[in-house]
């Protein structure tokens, strides 16, 4: 301001109503913390801690479960009770990962199809499965039953997605 010979403080962080009525820096500062400011601060801080917890915190695994519509279940060669589902399997990282996939829930429960599945980055797929169980391992009716999957680097990142399984009566 000097230097063009103007008046010192046209430029300055103030605003016109604190100009023209000549307010010092304490009585700025007093009225930048007013109640509503800080709770308006306090407001954009929560959010702000939220959105970073809930982005530390997720699984980099996304699975659903859904049960083939047509066959609700089956006795299969060797007197075992087989239901089929689709499972959607979603890599939501950013490098390739290797999936395998297992069952657990029934007594001799197992995974009668292709249990490794290989994503790419940031990529879901839909994925056939068979479970197989033994015919007198459980009553007649449906089962609950859980189809985890689990990477392969990391064992960490798992997913266990829950369905029911189906036993002829």
């Known amino acids: 301001m000097d230097k063009m010979h103007y008046a010192r403080g046209l430029v300055r962080l103030s605003t016109q109503s604190a100009m023209a009525q000549g307010w010092s820096r304490a009585q700025m500062l007093r009225r930048v913390f007013r109640p509503r400011v800080l709770l308006y601060g306090a407001g954009l801080l929560a959010i702000t801690v939220a959105m970073v917890t809930s982005l530390s915190v997720r699984v980099p695994l996304k699975v659903d479960v859904v049960r083939d519509r047509g066959t609700l279940s089956r006795i299969v060669a060797g007197g075992m009770v087989e239901n089929i589902y689709r499972v959607q399997i979603g890599n939501a990282t950013e490098v390739p990962q290797h ?71």
């Open 99 to 169: 999936y395998v996939l297992s069952a657990a829930g029934l007594d001799g429960l197992r995974v009668a199809s292709d249990t490794a599945v290989a994503l790419g980055a940031a990529e879901d797929r839909w994925v056939v499965i068979r479970l197989q169980a033994p015919y007198g391992a459980a009553a007649g009716g449906s089962h609950p039953v859980a189809i985890e999957v689990r990477a392969q680097a990391d064992p960490a990142i798992q997913v266990a997605a829950p369905t029911t399984f189906l036993v002829p009566r």
